[in-house]
């Protein structure tokens, strides 16, 4: 069965760095791309990047280029989200999911996501 | 980026209502889209991809058509736990677009 499972929540400072995970089971982890999607509260979805586990190839979207950092552990099969410096306005829902062999694809599998709550 | 704007932003419906909901792009995506059903609190789900066709494990009663810019989620019959809101996603090119939403509610 392939799941993917997220680090718990967060409750961080403003200016604090964070690194979430989501660990992928029950596939070939580095042969399927990453994502990463953004939900703030009470919001639509927004993709944040993508990353393909077998060689780190990551692509961002220009939203968050340089906002985050995306990487993967391929021999414990996990990805990451990182923040260097946390703002208020990152406090939402973070979800990783599974896109496939292809870098352009849509998201069969998802997390169940990872609550990022900044606040002084 | 392509754009993608959905219609309505939000409907009312019965159990057994036909409902139909409405993705377009803002430039030509040939069959690049993908359905999402999320509900409350819940990640979301992947309902149709390649703008047609139906994931394993969803109802037929889910369906997608359409390509180019304007394409078309359909429920045939709306069942109690199709209550959520529905999002189309491009993936004909970088960076992958979610459009805004669809919440169905009931009647």
């Known amino acids: 069965e392939v799941q993917l499972v997220q680090s718990g929540a967060e409750v961080k400072k403003p200016g604090e760095s964070l690194k979430i995970s989501c660990k992928g089971s029950?596939?070939?982890?580095?042969?399927?791309?990453i994502g990463w999607v953004r939900q703030m509260p009470g919001k639509g979805l927004e993709w944040m990047g993508i990353?393909?586990?077998?060689?780190?190839?990551?692509r961002y979207s220009p939203s968050f280029q340089g906002q985050v950092t995306i990487s993967a552990d391929k021999s414990i099969s996990t990805a990451y989200l990182q923040w260097s410096s946390l703002k208020a306005s990152d406090t939402a829902m973070y979800y990783c999911a599974r896109g496939n062999w292809a870098a352009l694809a849509h998201f069969d599998y998802w997390g169940q996501g990872t609550l990022v709550t900044v606040s002084s | 980026a392509i754009q993608l704007t959905q219609s309505p932003s939000s409907l009312s419906a019965s159990v057994g209502d036909r409902v139909t909901i409405t993705c377009r792009a803002s430039q030509g995506i040939s069959s690049a889209l993908a359905w999402y059903q999320q509900k409350p609190g819940k990640a979301p789900k992947l309902l149709i991809y390649?703008?047609?066709s139906l994931e394993s494990g969803v109802p037929s009663r889910f369906s997608g058509s359409g390509s180019g810019t304007d394409f078309t989620l359909t429920i045939s019959s709306l069942q109690p736990e199709d209550f959520a809101t529905y999002y189309c996603q491009q993936f004909n090119s970088y960076p992958l677009t979610f459009g805004p939403g669809t919440k169905v509610d009931i009647k």
């Open positions: 990353i393909y586990p077998g060689d780190s190839d990551t």
């Open positions: 390649d703008a047609s």
């Open positions: 029950g596939y070939s982890f580095t042969s399927y791309w």
